[in-house]
T-cell receptor, first 111, second 119 residues
Framework: QKEVEQNSGPLSVPEGAIASLNCTYSDRGSQSFFWYRQYSGKSPELIMFIYSNGDKEDGRFTAQLNKASQYVSLLIRDSQPSDSATYLCAVNWGGGFKTIFGAGTRLFVKA | GAVVSQHPSRVICKSGTSVKIECRSLDFQATTMFWYRQFPKQSLMLMATSNEGSKATYEQGVEKDKFLINHASLTLSTLTVTSAHPEDSSFYIC???????????????FGPGTRLTVL
């Protein structure tokens, strides 16, 4: 059973703080990792993907990947109330054929 | 990013009727599309993988005769909920995948979703 696990939250941070979202996965052969944001009542939208160990930065977002620990995280700097949403971690396995989504972490950014 | 559309965005129907939902990749060709269902405050549930020109692959517990999937072209997949009942009311979301080398081409891009309400 391939699994992607996330803390369901809610994670509450004050405006301007760094929000740290974490994800672990069970398939050591996974190659591609994705973070999606989903607002209530809307479909997921891609934030970023990462496939190499280390950090990848895009604006206020930084994805961190540690394949040895089977761990991927998303940092959101200078959190804004508009960042309040559910963040989904997704992992490709089976040569990229299938994507497994985590259940998501709900983030609240307090103004 | 790639654009995926869905139609209709919202549908209300009577119990027993069939509802067709279209998913289109607007600016790329998608050999693989996925259909998800999401109930309120729950996570995405993959229903089936739709492959262009072949039969869809359904996840365990998903009735293929009830949820008919057709992927007739590289830009269009349809999901038909046959004989819909109130318990089928949900948020149905499709996604399309660019396939090939590199993670950017393994990314799923989601449509805006279709909210189905069966009375």
């Amino acid at each position: 059973q391939k699994e992607v696990e996330q803390n369901s939250g809610p994670l509450s941070v004050p405006e301007g703080a760094i929000a740290s979202l974490n994800c672990t996965y069970s398939d050591r052969g996974s190659q591609s990792f994705f973070w999606y944001r989903q607002y209530s009542g809307k479909s997921p939208e891609l934030i970023m993907f990462i496939y190499s160990n280390g950090d990848k930065e895009d604006g206020r977002f930084t994805a961190q990947l540690n394949k040895a620990s089977q761990y991927v995280s998303l940092l959101i700097r200078d959190s804004q109330p508009s960042d309040s949403a559910t963040y989904l971690c997704a992992v490709n396995w089976g040569g990229g054929f299938k994507t497994i989504f985590g259940a998501g972490t709900r983030l609240f950014v307090k103004a | 990013g790639a654009v995926v559309s869905q139609h209709p965005s919202r549908v209300i129907c009577k119990s027993g009727t069939s509802v067709k939902i279209e998913c289109r990749s607007l600016d790329f060709q998608a050999t693989t599309m996925f259909w998800y269902r999401q109930f309120p405050k729950q996570s995405l549930m993959l229903m089936a993988t739709s492959n262009e020109g072949s039969k869809a692959t359904y996840e365990q517990g998903v009735e293929k005769d009830k949820f008919l999937i057709n992927h007739a072209s590289l830009t269009l997949s349809t999901l038909t909920v046959t004989s819909a009942h109130p318990e089928d009311s949900s948020f149905y979301i499709c996604s399309a995948k660019l396939t090939g080398e590199g993670a950017s081409l393994d990314t799923q891009y989601f449509g805006p979703g279709t909210r189905l309400t069966v009375l």
